[in-house]
């Protein structure tokens, strides 16, 4: 039986946001899908199609028209990334990070850190990331170390974060860094745009990953690295809740990722049952094999339909936080199951590195953990129910 999935369609989709996922699906099929295997297994940054997907005008352009981006909103983002995860999560990974974090700068930054930070990267001359994770903790946002002191009108960062994309090859990162110790936990962070040539910050990769191995992340080392008062977005003290308000949006396009790849398992497990023959007949001719299908269907649909009802409330502020946090939970779940189920239906081939299949199944234990673990997801979603 011929596949006739239509797995990512349009429908659910608000109509203001189906040209550009049109965009993104088009250019995910020209430059994406088919560089996937090779990105995937060499590990390199894959310049070539972030720069492409610039000329396509994909990249960064949630940045405002104001400061030369498109303006797109949360539902639209959320659109281009189920298309572009579909086609390889650590390609898309890269290509959403080009502009990851300076939303903030977007919402909280002066009109002279805009132009000078933020339209840089609208206009695709930079790229640039957000550093919160440190070695030693990442869940626990009110308890970072990297500390950001004041002296004279500069301020100095010492301290070390990790698994930060695009700590090497960004131009600038928002960081989070701690400029008070009071007894309120969440009073005592700031943010700050550090440019990566900054005397003081070093940054080199982590080291191999299994998964989404065509994205690249750093371990960044602030040794007395000075920045002047100006780069302090917003105002001091306010980085814990600049950083919540922004997870609460952004969580809400993880889910797209979790989307996107459980998309990609089932397409690809469906393909290969059909194809495949055993006892004299399909192995998709068996019903457990059907109803195996039938349930990544199911939860799959279920997923889609949560996940861009909660991008209208996020981008309505109708409670963001609890819609995200459901949203990213249960996408990226259904994620994991369907690779599980996917793997599963290949039978040995399950194994080969080359298979789709198999680097779905490595990818999709990264939305799961990314922009909080889904344990922190479940604090949040039970805390925010009962409000
Ligand atoms: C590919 C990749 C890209 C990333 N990119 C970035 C980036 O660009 N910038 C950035 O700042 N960070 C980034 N991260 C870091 C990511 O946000 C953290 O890995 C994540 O927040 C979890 O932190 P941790 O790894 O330190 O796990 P920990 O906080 O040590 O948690 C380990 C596990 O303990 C359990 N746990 C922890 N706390 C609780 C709790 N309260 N209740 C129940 N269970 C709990 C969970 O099972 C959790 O998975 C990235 C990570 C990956 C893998």
Request: negative net charge; charged residues 25%; aromatic residues 10%.
């Amino acid at each position: 039986m011929a596949s006739n999935l239509e797995l990512l369609s349009a429908d659910v989709v608000p109509e203001y946001a189906r040209g550009v996922k049109q965009e993104a699906r088009e250019f995910a099929a020209e430059h994406i899908a088919p560089n996937a295997e090779e990105y995937f297994r060499t590990g390199e940054y894959p310049w070539d199609i972030l720069e492409a997907g610039m000329d396509a005008g994909l990249i960064a352009q949630d940045i405002s028209e104001e400061y030369g981006g498109r303006g797109l909103d949360i539902v639209e983002v959320l659109a281009i990334a189920e298309e572009f995860y579909r086609a390889d999560a650590g390609i898309a990974l890269t290509l959403q990070l080009a502009s990851f974090g300076a939303e903030i700068m977007q919402e909280y930054g002066t009109e002279a850190q805009k132009e000078k930070f933020l339209r840089p990267v609208a206009e695709n001359d930079q790229i640039t990331g957000l550093a919160v994770s440190e070695p030693d903790i990442g869940s626990d946002l009110a308890g970072m170390t990297t500390t950001a002191d004041k002296d004279g009108d500069e301020y100095v960062l010492n301290g070390e974060k990790y698994w930060i994309g695009n700590g090497v090859e960004a131009d600038w990162v928002t960081v989070y860094a701690k400029t008070a110790d009071t007894d309120d936990r969440y009073l005592n962070y700031s943010m700050f745009a550090v440019p990566t040539d900054a005397a003081g910050y070093d940054a080199e990769h982590i080291p191999e990953k299994m998964g989404m191995r065509a994205s690249k992340q750093a371990h960044i080392v602030f040794d007395d690295c000075r920045v002047p008062e100006e780069n302090l977005i917003g105002t001091e003290g306010g980085g814990f809740m600049m950083l919540a308000d922004f997870f609460n949006h952004g969580r809400v396009v993880v889910g797209g990722h979790g989307l996107g790849l459980a998309a990609a398992a089932l397409e690809e497990a469906w393909e290969f049952v059909h194809e495949r023959e055993e006892f004299g007949r399909h192995v998709s001719d068996f019903q457990a094999v059907q109803h195996g299908l039938a349930d990544m269907r199911l939860e799959f649909e279920a997923a889609r339909a949560l996940n861009y009802r909660a991008a209208k409330k996020v981008r309505d502020y109708e409670n963001p936080g609890l819609w995200a946090a459901m949203a990213k939970t249960k996408s990226t779940e259904v994620a994991v199951e369907n690779a599980q189920q996917g793997m599963q239906f290949h039978g040995g081939r399950s194994n080969l590195t080359d298979r789709r299949i198999a680097r779905v199944y490595r990818d999709v234990r990264i939305p799961v953990i990314y922009e909080g673990a889904n344990e922190i997801q479940r604090n949040l979603i039970y805390r925010q129910s009962g409000e």
